[in-house]
């Protein structure tokens, strides 16, 4: 009898572990969380290099796909470029309409606002793209020795202007860090027929940045002083492999943590 009893005890227990790991307790996913969306302007020249931007979301829901949580059916929300930016309480699953464009008060890579129908389901990352403002504009070299870089380099395009102050040359990297940065001179302007048509720039120290590619970036002066780009293309960085990672720690076995994000666009902050 009293290994019976002991027996069904066990039992119990195996049955109350089990209903605790199937979908109860922490491990259950919020209703109500919507989704993520993260953005990224792509060069029309080639769409295969996709840089990281801030920008206009705007999202529409059309149908269901079966049964939905959440409320939330239509969304027009600025994206910083930091991190993902998150639509709490959407309706889910269902096919969403999700638009990415240039944003409310500029500072967005993009030029155009882009469309697309996606089935988006609970949790999901959305990852949306615009065509970027590197239209019409070249850089020459586009492929520079980070230690031995040329003295200048040429900018060919329109929409540079210096009304309100010298215009900007950032180097960013993929995640919108600037890693180098100078000032355009008006001796570097050239103009054709009453405006400029492209920016003779110095080559600003690349000592810091390894091999990759970056975005080359003319930022004009806007009004209010703040940097406005206007014109990006790709470049890509050679002669400085990055160091190898250092060795895992030793820490016995721990898992060690971390959560590994990245992403503040600060290219046009900083």
């Not at 059916?73 to 930091?82: K, L, R, V």
């Not at 020795?145 to 993929?174: H, M, R, W, Y």
């Not at 890693?179 to 810091?208: F, K, M, R």
């Not at 930022?219 to 293309?233: F, H, K, Q, Y």
């Amino acid at each position: 009898m009293k290994k019976s009893l002991q027996i069904s005890v066990f039992l119990v227990l195996v049955t109350l572990f089990l209903a605790g790991c199937s979908g109860g307790g922490n491990g259950t996913p919020n209703p109500n969380s919507g989704f993520k969306i993260d953005a990224y302007a792509y060069n029309p020249n080639n769409p295969s290099v996709l840089f990281h931007t801030a920008g206009n979301v705007r999202g529409q829901f059309i149908q269901p796909d079966g049964a939905t949580t959440g409320t939330i059916e239509s969304f027009n929300q600025g994206y910083s470029g930091i991190g993902y930016l998150v639509i709490n309480s959407a309706r889910v699953p269902g096919l969403w309409r999700l638009t990415l464009g240039p944003d409310f008060l500029g500072g967005s890579l993009c030029l155009t606002f882009e469309t697309s129908d996606r089935h988006v389901t609970l949790n999901s990352l959305q990852t949306l793209t615009c065509r970027g403002i590197s239209v019409g504009l070249t850089v020459t070299p586009n492929t520079i020795d980070a230690l031995n870089p040329p003295a200048t380099v040429t900018f060919s395009g329109k929409g540079v202007q210096n009304t309100f102050g010298e215009p900007n040359l950032a180097i960013c990297d993929e995640f919108g860090n600037v890693i180098a940065s100078t000032q355009v001179q008006a001796n570097q302007l050239l103009w054709v027929g009453g405006e400029i048509d492209s920016v003779v720039v110095s080559t600003p120290d690349l000592s810091q940045a390894y091999d990759g590619t970056y975005m080359a970036i003319i930022r004009n002066v806007g009004p209010d002083g703040t940097l406005e780009a206007v014109g990006a293309s790709p470049v890509t960085i050679y002669g400085n492999p990055p160091p190898p990672p250092p060795p895992p720690p030793d820490d016995g076995g721990g898992d060690g943590g971390g959560t590994g994000c990245q992403g503040p666009d600060v290219c046009l902050e900083q």
